[in-house]
Nanobody, 123 residues
């Protein structure tokens, strides 16, 4: 089992950058592929980015490709989401998730979720 705690959210202006962190508990962090999802008010939770167990593969949603970068640090049991060139439409609660199934864009494949961190982008 793994517990996830996100941090780094906040209020920024369009065009700014922000880095989210997700700290994982337990000694088996490297056993899980990790993902970031987001949920805006009134919308479904959607995939943002994912990274494989080794960190060698990454997936991105089309809407963030080229602007967001996912990475992981196994020594710190932490996964990051660097968000550049933020847009108003990036406003959402961002969730970190872990899956034992391997890198995936599918929400249902993720077993463990954090509590979320709010990102608000103003114009």
């Amino acid at each position: 089992q793994v517990q996830l705690v996100e941090s780094g959210g906040g209020l920024v202006q369009a065009g700014d950058s922000l880095r989210l962190s997700c700290a994982a508990s337990g000694r088996t962090f490297s056993s899980y592929a990790m993902g970031w999802f987001r949920q805006a008010p009134g919308k479904e939770r959607e995939f943002v980015a994912a990274i494989s167990r080794s960190g060698g593969s990454q997936y991105y949603a089309d809407s963030v490709e080229g602007r967001f970068t996912i990475s992981r640090d196994s020594a710190k049991n932490t996964v990051y989401l660097l968000m550049n060139s933020l847009k108003v439409e990036d406003t959402a609660v961002y969730y970190c998730a872990a899956t034992g199934w391997g890198i995936s864009k599918t929400r249902a494949n993720y077993n463990y979720w954090g509590q979320g961190t709010q990102v608000t982008v103003s114009s």
